[in-house]
């Protein structure tokens, strides 16, 4: 069973916009990852957020997390064409790790 | 590339067998997960094991059951297969000393697509 919900379920936009993707989630967590899947392919873990964080960052890309919403935020910059893929967010609490339904990103060149 | 390998690639079978998929993680991790990702269920994690330990239990359901073996490659045993198992399934490996999924950053392998006939 799914426990984050991701927003919008699929985003298409031009190369060189952002694009901004959600995740809500329901139950207390230690941690939220963000992964991408190209289709058909394994996820690539993008970047892990702790409770205790509100913000992190890695190259383009952007996450925040309010746990008082109990929601995230997944903001990629600059998009380009190789950013067309599916993103998920993972919930993490004690020894458990619950999946979003993901947002399908195409980004047009 | 990940450094995690999944075998086989493909595997179609008929309901009612039983199937073995194999993972072997990245040099160095003591740690392996088990995805099951199908069209009516999402991604769902199904159990990790860590040394050879059995470390957290997912939505596995009893049919299915895995291990991991001393070189710390792991199989994935599917059994009773309904149509409804049909799915991709990943293996993922992390390095973590302890700690359940989603401790540590996990690197996925590319898979193995189930067909249940």
């Known amino acids: 069973s799914q426990q984050g919900e991701e927003d919008p379920q699929a985003l298409s936009i031009q190369e060189g916009e952002n694009a901004t993707m959600n995740c809500s989630y329901k139950t207390s967590i230690n941690n939220l990852q963000w992964y991408r899947q190209n289709s058909g392919r394994g996820l690539v873990h993008l970047i892990l957020?702790?409770?205790?964080?509100r913000e992190k960052h890695s190259g383009r890309l952007r996450v925040t997390l309010d746990t008082s919403k109990k929601s995230s935020s997944l903001l990629i910059t600059a998009s380009r064409a190789a950013d067309t893929a599916s993103y998920f967010c993972?919930?993490?609490?004690?020894?458990?790790?619950?999946f979003g339904a993901g947002t399908r990103l195409t980004v047009k060149p | 590339d990940s450094g995690v390998t999944q075998t086989p690639k493909h595997l179609i079978t008929a309901t009612g067998q039983r199937v073995t998929l194999r993972c072997s993680p990245r040099?160095?991790?003591?740690?392996v997960y088990w995805y099951q990702q199908s069209l009516d269920q999402g991604l769902q994690f199904l159990i990790q094991?860590?040394?050879?330990?059995?470390?957290a239990k997912g939505n596995i359901l009893e049919r299915f059951s895995a291990q991991q073996f001393p070189d710390l490659h792991s199989e994935l045993n599917l059994s009773s297969l309904e149509l409804g198992d049909s799915a991709l399934y990943f293996c993922?490996?992390?390095?973590?000393?302890?700690?359940?999924?989603?401790?540590?950053?996990?690197?996925f392998g590319p898979g193995t697509r189930l067909t249940v006939t």
């Open positions: 993972a919930t993490v609490a004690k020894n458990d790790m619950r």
């Open positions: 957020i702790r409770s205790n964080e």
């Open positions: 040099s160095g991790d003591l740690s």
């Open positions: 094991y860590y040394n050879g330990e059995e470390r």
């Open positions: 993922a490996s992390s390095f973590g000393l302890a700690g359940g999924p989603g401790s540590y950053e996990q690197y």
